[in-house]
């Protein structure tokens, strides 16, 4: 009857419900992502307590060896000067290294080292607002990144949804080297099959894969004018390339 109640009486308990025993393929899969969750809060708090090294080299131990590979970017950048503005060329060659293959439920690193740079002083009498965007792969969680090396003190890491963008404020003068540093990112791989790549992470000059903000050196610039210096290639460029296995 709607509404009525089930009267227990005293002293007596209700009887429990049916508990249904887990299949051992049940039990498996419950520990397989319990094993997995595990891991990556762990890798998380690691990250957050700065303790990478150990993390890196479990990566490398659980997939195949990553050997460096050179990737040269060529840009068209926008440019503006007293008068007008253009696109000119501009290249870098990267530094990357990722394994081979690597298997669904596997950690991997890829690393990301974006080459020394000299601004030129004809044009420019220093720069500032350096930023390098980078495409992470679809098929895969980013858990922790980290920098490593360079010259610049203060650069950071920021995420914008699938891009991390390096950043370094400056200002950088002309006609002297700064080394970006380099920047490691542990990822886990969610997929069986496919092919996982990093890549350049402008969508235009926009939004560009390469920028800094110069200061002027051109005739016809008052001191201390401020001009873009914004670039993306004519495509994206696959920076790194893992397949993705059983």
Same mark, same amino acid.
């Given at each position: 009857m709607p509404g009525a109640r089930q009267v227990i009486p005293v002293g007596a308990r209700p009887a429990?419900?049916?508990?249904r025993s887990?299949?051992?393929s049940e039990r498996q899969m419950?520990?397989?992502?319990?094993?997995?969750a595990t891991r990556v809060a762990a890798t998380t708090v690691l990250a957050l307590a700065g303790v990478l090294p150990a993390v890196s080299a479990q990566a490398a131990t659980e997939t195949t060896a990553a050997a460096a590979t050179p990737v040269t970017v060529n840009y068209g950048c926008y440019v503006t000067f007293p008068g007008g503005e253009?696109?000119?060329?501009?290249?870098?060659?990267?530094t990357t290294s990722a394994p081979?293959?690597? !298997?669904?439920?596997? =950690?991997?690193?890829?690393? +990301? *080292?974006?080459?020394?740079?000299?601004?030129?002083?004809?044009?420019?009498s220093q720069v500032q607002d350096v930023a390098v965007r980078f495409k992470l792969p679809t098929g895969a969680v980013?858990?922790?990144?980290?920098?490593?090396?360079g010259t610049v003190s203060g650069a950071s890491v920021e995420r914008q949804g699938d891009v991390l963008v390096l950043k370094a404020a400056?200002?950088?003068? !002309?006609?002297?080297? =700064?080394?970006?540093?380099? +920047? *490691?990112?542990?990822l886990l791989s969610k997929v069986k099959t496919g092919v996982l790549t990093t890549a350049t992470g402008g969508t235009g000059t926009d939004n560009p894969s390469f920028s800094w903000t110069r200061t002027s050196?051109?005739?016809?610039d008052p001191a201390g004018t401020l001009r873009p210096f914004r670039c993306e290639p004519a495509a994206t460029v696959t920076l790194t390339s893992t397949t993705a296995t059983k």
């Amino acid at each position: 009857m709607p509404g009525a109640r089930q009267v227990i009486p005293v002293g007596a308990r209700p009887a429990a419900p049916a508990v249904r025993s887990h299949t051992e393929s049940e039990r498996q899969m419950m520990t397989l992502k319990s094993k997995w969750a595990t891991r990556v809060a762990a890798t998380t708090v690691l990250a957050l307590a700065g303790v990478l090294p150990a993390v890196s080299a479990q990566a490398a131990t659980e997939t195949t060896a990553a050997a460096a590979t050179p990737v040269t970017v060529n840009y068209g950048c926008y440019v503006t000067f007293p008068g007008g503005e253009t696109t000119v060329p501009y290249a870098l060659t990267f530094t990357t290294s990722a394994p081979a293959t690597v !298997a669904k439920g596997q =950690f991997f690193k890829v690393t +990301l *080292d974006t080459p020394a740079i000299t601004p030129n002083p004809a044009i420019q009498s220093q720069v500032q607002d350096v930023a390098v965007r980078f495409k992470l792969p679809t098929g895969a969680v980013p858990v922790a990144w980290w920098l490593t090396g360079g010259t610049v003190s203060g650069a950071s890491v920021e995420r914008q949804g699938d891009v991390l963008v390096l950043k370094a404020a400056g200002p950088f003068p !002309a006609a002297t080297v =700064f080394d970006l540093p380099e +920047l *490691d990112v542990l990822l886990l791989s969610k997929v069986k099959t496919g092919v996982l790549t990093t890549a350049t992470g402008g969508t235009g000059t926009d939004n560009p894969s390469f920028s800094w903000t110069r200061t002027s050196a051109s005739a016809g610039d008052p001191a201390g004018t401020l001009r873009p210096f914004r670039c993306e290639p004519a495509a994206t460029v696959t920076l790194t390339s893992t397949t993705a296995t059983k």
